[in-house]
């Protein structure tokens, strides 16, 4: 494989922002992670650390679009995981590729792992019809008790090297049909992985 051609399709440079909230954040001054492929020691790219200022920033706006997301009817959210299910299916291969050069596993269980998050979106879009709820009898008269599930709001979701996309995206395609929004702490040793896998995201929820 081209590694320089696999990074240039996922959008991927040698210097990359690592702070997403709504928008990509890059302090010049910003400490940086090196990617390290394990296949060679070769130096995939740079990778910006998020700040403690950074780190409120997206709390809050995370926060913030909580309370609009959780609003979107549960079959709407479900539309959008569809089509980020469809972008992770555009770039399989080439983000099946990063896994392999970033974390080491073989090629085709680099694939097989991104595979995961599209067989989870497509499992979570059948579930955004399904979020329901029991109806009980009452003992009261012209009353009626039944179930009404909530979102939780913003959940964190931490990776580990060994599954830097599938896990994401076990926990991701769920939370957002259930209206909630996520901040995720990838393992510093597989950022790239993580900046493209937002990146394809961020583009779907932008469009």
């Not at 992670?33 to 130096?43: F, R």
């Not at 959210?77 to 896994?99: P, Q, S």
């Not at 994401?168 to 395609?173: E, L, P, S, T, V």
Request: aromatic share 6%; with cysteine; hydrophobic share 45%.
């Amino acid at each position: 494989m081209d590694t320089k051609q696999v990074l240039s399709r996922l959008g991927l440079g040698e210097r990359n922002a690592g702070v997403f909230c709504g928008e990509w954040v890059d302090r010049p001054d910003a400490d940086t992670l090196a990617s390290v492929s394990p296949i060679d020691g070769t130096v995939l790219g740079h990778v910006t650390l998020a700040t403690d200022e950074d780190v409120e920033r997206t709390l809050a706006v995370s926060q913030e679009a909580f309370r609009e997301w959780r609003m979107v009817p549960a079959p709407k959210r479900g539309l959008l995981v569809r089509d980020i299910g469809e972008a992770f299916r555009e770039h399989l291969a080439d983000l099946g590729a990063l896994v392999t050069l970033e974390m080491g596993k073989i090629l085709p269980e680099g694939i097989g792992e991104v595979q995961e998050v599209i067989d989870m979106a497509d499992f979570a879009v059948g579930l955004s019809r399904q979020l329901y709820g029991k109806t009980m009898q009452s003992e009261r008269p012209h009353h009626r008790m039944y179930e009404h599930w909530q979102p939780l709001g913003t959940v964190g979701i931490i990776t580990a090297f060994n599954f830097p996309i599938a896990v994401w995206g076990w926990n991701a395609c769920l939370a957002a049909i259930c209206g909630d929004t996520m901040i995720w702490k990838p393992s510093s040793k597989t950022p790239l992985t993580a900046v493209a896998t937002t990146k394809i995201a961020d583009r779907v929820l932008t469009d």
